[in-house]
């Protein structure tokens, strides 16, 4: 059976740790960017499992007993878009398909992306001025996608 995604208690975790951070938590501010780290935890707030599958899964049980996917951009990507087993999982979106509680990749590079952010609202149609997003590292909450300065974006729906 599936495991069902509570988006709203994804989002509401994002609303209440925008600006600050959860003392279970490390804060990898300093050592890379908490984006990840952040949208991984309103993931498993919305009631995702962790995966444990050494080197290759998704889990955060200490800084140092982690799974790169939970604080990684790319890594976290590939996990949710590859995924088979327990866990998140995605599918790359266009815009328009995009949800409260999803995420978005922004790229500030050429073909890397470097900032993961999630989807608190979205507008009809959803559009760059309507989705709003909440992220760490650069801390935002009810922000607008156009906001940013970037080169491009990847949409990810959180399927379960």
Known sequence: MPTLYNRTAAVDYAHRWAFKR?????DFHGIGGDCTNFVSQCLKAGGLPQNYTRYTGWYYNSPLDRAAAWTGVEYFYRFLTTNQGIGPKATVVPLEEIKPGDVIQ???LPQTFGHTLIVVAVGSPATVQNVLIASHTFDSDNRPLSTYSYRAYRCLHIEA
């Open 22 to 26: 959860n003392p279970a938590y490390m």
């Open 106 to 108: 922004l790229s500030f």
